[in-house]
């Protein structure tokens, strides 16, 4: 079947409801809809039809603003894959029937599996692919950061991990960065893995992390069944650009838990590793605080402290002090600057400790 080409109108495009996960595409720009027996790659634009309102009502706007969605609205989203144990697990299909979305932020995909207490996902219809004046396929890689060569600047590096999805991380990391940048500590911040979601990113932005990046500006959807070479390019890349701003303190938030399976591999990642100096630790009970604090030992990783769901309860909380040996502080106790202040101590301590003892190159 020949590949046709159809020139969408600039209203079309301005009225159609754009996800967050296509940022960084200039909406400005001529489009064409691009139709046949297409395989769709993952990071592809398409244009699509609500056909069937589910789990997801409401879809995130470039802005982060979430917007109702109404069945017929044509929305603008991008091919991905999915993992999220409490939702959906998601492919990309390979062609362009009817998918589902199964993320609010934008992510469209054959569905594979979905938690029991979740509604099934908002069926939409592929209108087709999103592609330039030149007939070339718009993806999220089109529009990337570029790679740096070299970056002289090494800002302390804290890696924010957790146990599971919705273990506190996000909510640690914008405690944390508004702690640090209420004495003044400059902090960069950015999200290495997951699925684009506009909330995370604007909690670190609102918190007064500048920059603020997250695999989107990698050139990825998401990062369930990449490779480690892409886990390390977008590490890499992000790394480098917030290192560009020369910030004090770079924060970096692991999406899901440390078995799943991409953040497993970032973390058996020796160019991660040796550029992170420390973990805090996010975490659901005592014991899976215990299983991570053993994990990333193993793997050279210091966790400083723990915090995450835990903490609402004062019994958890004593019990993973017991337990860890470690500090356990409240998600909100983040901010306060007795807090943020132990947190950076512990990194220039390592820092220093690394320097002195020859274990890591810097520089």
């Not at 932005?205 to 959807?221: K, L, N, Q, R, T």
């Amino acid at each position: 079947m020949d590949l046709l080409f159809e020139p969408l109108s600039a209203q079309r495009m301005e009225q159609a409801k754009w996800a967050y996960t296509t940022r960084r595409i200039d909406q400005q720009q001529s489009f064409q809809l691009l139709q046949g027996a297409l395989c769709p790659e993952a990071g592809d634009l398409l244009l699509a039809r609500v056909e069937e309102l589910g789990q997801h009502k409401r879809l995130e706007l470039v802005s982060s603003r979430r917007a109702t969605l109404f069945e017929g609205d044509e929305i603008v989203v991008a091919y991905g894959n999915r993992y999220a144990p409490d939702q959906f697990e998601g492919i990309v299909p390979d062609h362009l029937e009817a998918c589902r979305l199964v993320a609010a932020g934008g992510v469209a995909a054959r569905l594979l599996n979905r938690h029991d207490k979740v509604k099934t996902a908002t069926r939409i219809t592929p209108l087709g692919l999103l592609a330039n004046m030149e007939g070339q396929r718009i993806n999220l890689r089109t529009a990337r950061l570029p790679k740096v060569e070299q970056v002289e600047s090494r800002p302390l590096v804290l890696v924010v991990a957790g146990t599971s999805m919705n273990s506190g991380k996000t909510t640690a990391c914008a405690n944390l960065v508004k702690g640090f940048v209420r004495q003044g500590i400059k902090v960069a911040a950015a999200k290495f893995t997951g699925t684009g979601a506009g909330a995370d990113y604007r909690s670190l932005v609102d918190a007064g992390a500048s920059p603020v990046f997250d695999f989107i500006d990698a050139g990825y959807v998401s990062t369930y069944r990449v490779n480690r070479d892409v886990l390390q390019d977008i590490a890499t890349t992000l790394g480098a650009h917030m290192a560009l701003a020369h910030p004090d303190v770079i924060i970096v938030e692991v999406a899901d838990g440390l078995l799943q399976r991409e953040t497993s591999h970032l973390f058996a990642t020796p160019s991660f590793t040796d550029w992170a100096d420390g973990v805090l630790f996010a975490a659901n009970d005592a014991l899976g605080a215990q299983a991570g604090v053993s994990w990333l030992s193993v793997r050279q990783l210091p966790v400083f402290a723990i915090t995450g769901l835990l903490t609402s309860s004062p019994l958890a909380r004593r019990e993973a002090e017991d337990i860890c040996g470690l500090p356990v502080y409240h998600t909100g106790s983040l901010a306060r600057p007795s807090v943020s202040s132990y947190l950076y101590n512990c990194l220039k301590f390592r820092r220093q400790n690394q320097l002195a003892t020859g274990d890591k190159e810097h520089g």
